[in-house]
């Protein structure tokens, strides 16, 4: 089993920024993929960003070019630096691990984007 734990969200204006954590509980080396996805409420949870372990990256054409994912496997977490922020970023963003057959989630961080 994999725990995530998110850490960062918060209110921000827009055109500010914020640094997304999540820790997991053991170690990332072995999880082939992590990513981030978000969700505001009666919408689908979307896939913001992934990262592989040879630190692959794919984003969401909504964040390229103001979001980067990155992962420490030394710490056990990946980071979601977001940049450039709008209001239609607000959401609760989720930590995702997919290992061994199973998709593992945190409990979410909310992201509010608001002046």
């Known amino acids: 089993q994999v725990q995530l734990v998110e850490s960062g969200g918060g209110l921000v204006q827009p055109g500010g920024s914020l640094r997304l954590s999540c820790a997991a509980s053991r170690t990332i080396f072995g999880i082939n993929a992590m990513a981030w996805y978000r969700q505001v409420p009666g919408k689908e949870r979307e896939l913001v960003a992934t990262i592989t372990t040879r630190d692959g990256t794919n984003y969401a054409d909504s964040v390229k070019g103001r979001f980067t994912i990155s992962r420490d496997d030394a710490k056990n977490t990946v980071y979601l630096q977001m940049n450039s922020l709008k209001p239609e970023d607000t959401a609760v963003y989720y930590c995702?691990?997919?290992?061994?057959?199973?998709?593992?989630w945190g409990q979410g961080t909310q992201v509010t984007v608001s002046s």
């Open positions: 995702n691990a997919y290992y061994l057959g199973f998709d593992y």
